[in-house]
DNA sequence: GTGAAAGCGCTAACAC
DNA sequence: GTGTTAGCGCTTTCAC
């Protein structure tokens, strides 16, 4: 198991390193039979490039991090796998980080991409701040954001229009059912958090609704905070009619959470929520929600991400917005 | 942004690149206020330390893979955070990396693996052969397998079982809804799948019903892939009164396709299935499957994986069973 | 078309 | 308690 290098392989070929590094980069021309030669003698001794070594001697890992807060929500893995289908074809590894949206993790994966000298990362998160991820940057990784904009660092951002949608959904809920609307929201640091929360609270606006502070719980952006959230609202003086979940895995919770104690959706309590994972249309009564595109969002971080890495592209933070669309099931 | 080493620091702090070392690795004493100031000097000047340098000199890197079929089926994200969670404990970084249930990319992944010197691989994948796998330990990286076990490696191994729960679940089926019984199968080259398979055919022996092929189709471990199963089962001369699905997603996809022709589920059709994800429990009506446990899997290949890696096992293969039980909802 | 040699940034003998 | 130095395995100038 001790392992062959390209020395060995050059001995034994009768060629120098710098031969059997060509022969397998490809970057001078080598005669056709010595290459013939030196490729086959590497297989003979199993030989296994040290791709740590090259790294080390170009400065490139070829690798890039997706950091994101929560792998067990279904909208996560399809973003995952947009970003990775395009960095693939751009011969680019992808290392996938779960933070668990906690802070140190976001911190600790963002110091092991600058440590290990990753090219890129895309990163999701609810605690670090601009500047920090602006750092990382400096740090000569390439950053795409998705979530708010940058604007004072080369750092791209990808979102949706999460705002817009936010307001569409409430105004319906408003429309439909009156001004009795509560919001379940996420993490409140979240940025996405704040971005439809902002939604929820022009729509409240806009109709002449007044905000109501015993109308707004804040959670974690889980099934089971979706069930707390409920619960609270539903214990409270005066319960909502309907109410609008800041994601729908907190939609889900709060169906769980209404079928648990009787209550017939959307009749005696209106849902609705946002992303429209796979699950939204498993569940009775389907969900209304708003519709996502994580594999759009995905694929346009990717390129983002590969543009610069390549240093195809070396500007200011560019900014990919991808529509988010109200979709009415039966739920509300 | 060009980088500063640790002989800058050394440099400026007026000390030697070994006592910046030992100042950061703590392996050996240094005194407390040459300490102080090296670190104080290394955060002035923004010094990161190079992991890849590192480990090209240690010769290890400190970090795993997963390597799964489908980041996209809810049973993996589970079954990763398993693993991450013990990995973390150890100081492990882990990637984790998606076939797609695709040949090329298992072994793209396994090769990379090998080049990028990693410490250690999770495996679960649908085609590549023990042998393959046991030249990726000789190859100097600790592996454990989600599935098959292996005799002459040293390849740990976890997994369910399978075919005991599946052999359950299709004697169930049997004595609820008499000998007109079918499969729908996943990807059919998945040790996973032939583990099922075998349970199927063990309760239709035991119940002395006799195999039809006719009743046997196989798709891919997907909601899509049980849509077209179901669809074929229905269109066939002698459609089944119940049909035992390979995993969960497949099932949700054959619920789907009964509905869609506006069969009542169980009464014109049974369905089980078997992994019990989370969606298991939303769909309606719930379903009869068998409930697996991803995150103790994952738990236990962290483990397996950690003992290896630290090297504080080096033995033959172990395996370790975690048990899988029928649990019985409204769709069968 | 091929080779010699320097060096990427770090760690760990082996000195003292 | 601290320093000198030799690599880890590769790529890439520079030379022929």
Request: glycine share 8%; charged share 25%; hydrophobic share 40%.
């Amino acid at each position: 198991m001790q392992r062959i290098t390209i020395e060995d392989v050059a001995a034994r070929a009768g060629v120098s390193p710098t031969t059997v590094s060509h022969v397998f980069s490809g970057h001078r021309p080598v005669r056709d039979e010595t290459k013939a030669h030196v490729e086959r003698v590497a297989v003979e001794m199993g030989y296994r490039p040290n791709a740590v070594a090259k790294s080390l001697r170009v400065q490139r890992t070829n690798t890039a991090m997706i950091i994101l807060p929560d792998i067990t929500n279904p909208f996560y893995p399809v973003f995952a796998r947009g970003v990775q289908d395009v960095l693939r074809g751009g011969e680019y590894h992808t290392l996938l980080c779960n933070t668990d949206s906690r802070e140190e993790e976001e911190r600790a994966f963002l110091d092991e991409a600058i440590s290990r000298r990753l090219d890129g990362v895309v990163f999701m998160g609810y605690w670090v701040t601009q500047p920090e991820l602006a750092a990382v940057a400096a740090a000569g990784v390439a950053v795409v954001n998705l979530g708010e904009r940058f604007d004072d660092a080369p750092i791209d951002s990808v979102r949706s229009t999460d705002e817009d949608g936010a307001r569409d959904a409430t105004s319906y809920l408003l429309n439909r059912y009156g001004p009795s609307v509560a919001l379940i929201d996420g993490t409140k640091t979240a940025p996405v958090a704040r971005a439809r929360t902002s939604g929820f609270h022009q729509a409240l606006s806009a109709a002449g609704v007044a905000l109501r502070p015993d109308h707004e719980v804040s959670e974690d952006f889980t099934r089971a905070g979706g069930m707390r959230g409920m619960a609270t609202l539903l214990d409270s003086a005066s319960p909502p009619r309907a109410v609008f979940c800041a994601n729908d895995q907190i939609a889900i919770g709060a169906l769980d959470e209404a079928r648990k104690r009787g209550l017939a959706v959307p009749d005696d309590i209106a849902i609705a929520g946002f992303d429209d994972i796979e699950a939204a249309s498993m569940v009775q009564p389907q969900l209304t929600t708003v519709h996502n595109s994580p594999d759009a969002l995905g694929a346009a971080c990717g390129e983002m991400l590969l543009s610069r890495m390549t240093r195809q592209y070396e500007g200011p933070g560019r900014e990919v917005v991808v529509p988010a669309e109200l979709v009415i099931r039966a739920s509300a």
